[in-house]
């Protein structure tokens, strides 16, 4: 019995030997924790509510149509200008022929009228060499009858010689105004055929616009990348009808570049300032360390930019911290930050200035 108890008492010691030791060994292990807290604490602000963000920008359609050919896959990587949509042409082709016709008759028109004038020009210039004629006759005539009337009063003619005379000059008098009223009408047409080329004008200034919209609607029909990108999801089909402005699919701009946006608390951003550096680590790559600098602090909180702006002046009052966003871009190259997607949760640490 007594080696028994002798047996247990050397167990029990064997016990609080290991048990010492794990003791202390967590001990070790809660205080190499806490220091690294303590000193992570006081040489980062800190923050897990950040993302990584990226310019998304959406594929809109300008013009309505059939969808002809859809060029592009999910998730593909393109290049500035490769054809992403065709939309069926056919109607545009025909608007563009029917302009470009109904703008060469409108020009065809404009040299009729060009040459009317022309015409109408030199038929005024004609009347107004008759002019002169008629008025010199007039002026003969005139002298006739003003001479044959003081000899018919001296009784030197007689009053057939006068009255042959006399209808000679109303004849020229008539001649002159019908010269005149030539003339006038002459340069009256010439005005009406000036002012119908300046309306003609504006219409094929009208002609030639439409010509151009309708080359810019076919244009429109082969929908392009903006820039190199990755597409996003692929939600339409060959044959889909589609209305202008229509949003077609969706592509991340990867000429922009990558950036976070990290919400910290308005207590944590009284030292920050643009161009600190910063340590990012995120939740996919949890063993990979990317490196930036604060690039703006936001203008007002996060809060105040939403579409249902806090008011604090109606009902009860609770009070809650309130997060500044800070956009931090990347220092390193593109080659290290291409795994990064936008969307991605991060942790962003920023060294504290002294």
Do not use: C
Request: no cysteine; hydrophobic share 40%; net charge positive.
């Amino acid at each position: 019995m007594n080696k028994t108890a002798q047996n247990y008492t050397s167990t029990d010691r064997i016990i609080t030997k290991v048990t010492s030791w794990a003791a202390v060994l967590i001990l070790l292990v809660l205080l190499i924790m806490g220091a690294g807290i303590l000193k992570d604490r006081f040489r980062y602000q800190e923050t897990n509510d950040a993302q990584v963000q990226e310019y998304i920008n959406p594929v809109v359609t300008r013009v309505s149509g059939y969808i002809k050919e859809v060029r592009f896959e999910e998730n593909q990587q393109v290049n500035k200008g490769d054809t992403l949509i065709k939309i069926d042409p056919s109607q545009f082709q025909l608007q563009e022929v029917e302009s470009a016709e109904a703008t060469e008759n409108a020009r065809a028109e404009l040299q009729v009228l060009e040459s009317n004038i022309i015409t109408a020009t030199s038929l005024a210039s004609v009347s107004q060499s008759q002019i002169a004629a008629v008025q010199a006759r007039l002026t003969k005539q005139q002298k006739d009858y003003d001479r044959y009337r003081k000899l018919f009063t001296a009784e030197s003619a007689t009053a057939q010689q006068l009255e042959t005379v006399k209808e000679a000059y109303d004849v020229a008098r008539s001649d002159y105004e019908t010269a005149l009223g030539n003339h006038r009408a002459a340069l009256s047409r010439i005005g009406d055929y000036r002012s119908q080329k300046a309306g003609l004008e504006a219409e094929i200034r009208r002609r030639d616009a439409i010509q151009k919209r309708t080359g810019l609607d076919l244009a429109y029909t082969a929908i392009i990348a903006p820039y190199r990108g990755k597409m996003g999801r692929r939600t339409i089909q060959d044959g889909e009808f589609v209305q202008a402005n229509q949003t077609l699919a969706s592509i991340v701009n990867q000429d922009a570049g990558k950036w976070v946006v990290a919400n910290f608390k308005e207590t944590q951003i009284g030292k920050m300032n643009v161009g600190q550096p910063v340590l990012i680590e995120t939740d996919a790559f949890p063993d990979e360390v990317f490196h930036g600098k604060i690039l703006s602090l936001s203008p007002g909180t996060g809060s105040s930019f939403s579409l249902l702006a806090p008011d604090n002046s109606t009902g009860n009052f609770v009070k809650i911290v309130q997060r500044i966003p800070v956009k931090v871009s990347f220092t390193d190259n593109n080659k290290h930050t291409a795994m990064l997607r936008a969307g991605m949760n991060a942790t962003v640490k920023v060294i504290k200035q002294p």
